[in-house]
């Protein structure tokens, strides 16, 4: 498992390169459950030999119990994650669409 836990929120940034802007706070746990699940179980590789023109220009922050948080970076475009040394095609921009 890439990811596991117990979450209550997850907040979405955009643009962090710039001004990290927060544009929502999931706190629905279905979809914070999709998007673990969404990450979990989309193809993986690693990502130590891969060379980007630019980084995830998202973020997506975990937060748990006791203020126990999980950065995990993604690319606005295809919705890919940059996560524990690996590049996951999980394409959380089909989750995270309709979320304004």
Do not use: W
Request: charged residues 30%; aromatic residues 8%.
């Amino acid at each position: 498992m890439l990811m596991e836990g117990e979450f209550q929120s997850v907040q979405v940034y955009e643009d962090i390169h710039k001004s990290e802007k927060l544009k929502i706070t999931i706190r629905d746990k279905d979809i914070i459950e999709q998007i673990i699940n969404r990450m979990n179980s989309s193809k993986r590789e690693s990502a130590e030999r891969m060379v980007f023109e630019k980084g995830p220009e998202c973020l997506l922050i975990f937060q748990g119990q006791d203020e126990v948080t999980t950065k995990v970076p993604f690319f606005k475009s295809s919705g890919n994650v940059l996560y524990k040394g690996f590049f996951v095609d999980s394409n959380l921009h089909e989750i995270l669409k309709d979320l304004n």
